[in-house]
T-cell receptor, first 110, second 113 residues
Framework: KNEVEQSPQNLTAQEGEFITINCSYSVGISALHWLQQHPGGGIVSLFMLSSGKKKHGRLIATINIQEKHSSLHITASHPRDSAVYIC????????????FGKGTHLIIQP | EPEVTQTPSHQVTQMGQEVILRCVPISNHLYFYWYRQILGQKVEFLVSFYNNEISEKSEIFDDQFSVERPDGSNFTLKIRSTKLEDSAMYFC???????????FGSGTRLTVV
């Protein structure tokens, strides 16, 4: 059974700060997903990673397959980045769906 | 950009009643999923559906639950004899297949009273 752990659970930072959210998982996976959940509840896919690093705007996601660890970074954080960020592990079979972490509740204060 | 559409956005039902949650996945996607998120908890996998049948289901997905693809577009989750603990946000998702990303619907908030 794959366990997905995230840290920190809660993070409050000032606008402009560099943010890092960490994710670790217990078994081999085919991909790691980073998702964003806003207060209304909807889930938006940010990244799908199987190796290395991806960047989209101010968001950067990295993964170390050997260490079973991934990080999500936000540069020049802004209050509109406030949301819950969730990592989810994909075993790759299609049928298995995703195993989710508990999420990191991020608040960026102006 | 294609979307996964879920209806209703919010449903309140009496304990013991049956509810049907509806989803329209992205048209060329082949895998469909239902997930559940109880308030304050993590998102949990319920079931996956491929080629008109269940592919995998979690231990949560017991005989109270069923899924159907009644036509070429809709994908439904039926919950029979609802219990208070079924109150949660239910998300539908679809994917083209292994190695591809997922698109989530905006969720149905089910409240059982």
């Amino acid at each position: 059974k794959n366990e997905v752990e995230q840290s920190p659970q809660n993070l409050t930072a000032q606008e402009g700060e560099f943010i890092t959210i960490n994710c670790s998982y217990s078994v081999g996976i085919s991909a790691l997903h980073w998702l964003q959940q806003h207060p209304g509840g909807g889930i938006v896919s940010l990244f799908m990673l199987s190796s290395g690093k991806k960047k989209h705007g101010r968001l950067i996601a990295t993964i170390n397959i050997q260490e079973k660890h991934s990080s999500l970074h936000i540069t020049a954080s802004h209050p509109r980045d406030s949301a819950v960020y969730i990592c989810a592990a994909d075993l790759g079979g299609g049928a298995d769906g995703l195993t989710f972490g508990k999420g990191t509740h991020l608040i960026i204060q102006p | 950009e294609p979307e996964v559409t879920q209806t209703p956005s919010h449903q309140v039902t009496q304990m013991g009643q049956e509810v049907i949650l509806r989803c329209v996945p992205i048209s060329n996607h082949l895998y469909f999923y239902w997930y559940r998120q109880i308030l304050g908890q993590k998102v949990e996998f319920l079931v996956s559906f491929y080629n008109n049948e269940i592919s995998e289901k979690s231990e949560i997905f017991d005989d109270q639950f069923s899924v159907e693809r009644p036509d070429g577009s809709n994908f439904t989750l039926k919950i029979r004899s609802t219990k208070l603990e079924d109150s949660a946000m239910y998300f539908c998702a679809s994917s083209p297949g292994p190695g591809y990303g997922y698109t989530f619907g905006s969720g149905t908030r089910l409240t059982v009273v």
